[in-house]
């Protein structure tokens, strides 16, 4: 018994040293918060693997959500400019992507669009990279009219104005 007369301890009335303090919770971390239906749902698909067939033409097994970053990449090297966005998002939301540091040559050229691959095989290890002087894309065609002229002559005329 307590000294509190009008307190009895028993079944169901534990003793007041022993009781929960008031503004304190007896469950400080609370009831651990679970995920969604939803959520749940959509990890469990994005994680079910799909086979595909690569580019040398062996059967993969791959998860989903990789399966849908290929794609993405896919259609940002194909030139869809909202998936290259969200592509460039995604790296540097994973610091996969630093801007700012020095980029590596990997021998990959930009080449202008009325310049036919063709010429600008001729033009880079001639004249190294673009861009160039007109001087330069004449004297690259001229060598390429010699290589191959049925390809040049399009190109050629166009440039002299001719239809």
Known sequence: ???????EVGYGRPPKTSQFKKGRSGNPSGRPKTKGAVAVDL?????APVTT???TGRTRRISRSEALLRKQVDRALGGDLRALSAVFKQLIKHDALKLG???????????PKDIPMDLARILVPTF??????????????IIWEKQ???????FIAKRRGKP
Do not use: F, Q
């Not at 040559?105 to 080449?111: E, F, I, P, T």
């Open 101 to 111: 540091e020095e980029i590596h040559d990997y021998g990959a050229v930009v080449v």
């Open 148 to 154: 191959s002229p049925a390809d040049a002559a399009p």
């Open 53 to 55: 067939i690569d580019p």
């Open 1 to 7: 018994m307590s000294t509190d007369r009008d307190y």
């Open 43 to 47: 990890e469990a698909m994005l994680n």
């Open 128 to 141: 190294g990279k673009p861009p160039w002087s007109t001087k330069e894309i004449v004297e690259a065609s």
